[in-house]
Nanobody, 114 residues
Framework: QVQLVESGGGLVQAGGSLRLSCAASGRTFSRSVMGWFRQAPGKEREFVASISWSGVVNTAAADSAKGRFTISRDNAKNTVYLQMNSLKSEDTAVYYC??????WGKGILVTVSS
């Protein structure tokens, strides 16, 4: 059974940084695509970024997070990361880890105070 466990969220002041982690278990992850989505209060879940096994990155085309967020992965640890810098209040959301657009983590709250 695939499990995705997010960590690293919390409360941060505007302008600060956080690094989210998502550890995957339960199957082999070669050729998998891992990614991050987020859902702000009262809004739909939206794509943030994804990264393939080989390191090819895809980011949302029109996203205020572009240039501030960096996705990476450690295949040996089956873990994907989201480094978030220069955080803004509009980045406040529950962030979800995703595997192959099939499996989801439970989500982790990021709150940015202004």
């Amino acid at each position: 059974q695939v499990q995705l466990v997010e960590s690293g969220g919390g409360l941060v002041q505007a302008g600060g940084s956080l690094r989210l982690s998502c550890a995957a278990s339960g199957r082999t992850f070669s050729r998998s695509v891992m990614g991050w989505f987020r859902q702000a209060p009262g809004k739909e879940r939206e794509f943030v970024a994804s990264i393939s096994w080989s390191g090819v990155v895809n980011t949302a085309a029109a996203d205020s997070a572009k240039g501030r967020f960096t996705i990476s992965r450690d295949n040996a640890k089956n873990t994907v990361y989201l480094q978030m810098n220069s955080l803004k209040s509009e980045d406040t959301a529950v962030y979800y880890c995703n595997l192959d657009q099939t499996y989801w983590g439970k989500g982790i709250l990021v709150t940015v105070s202004s």
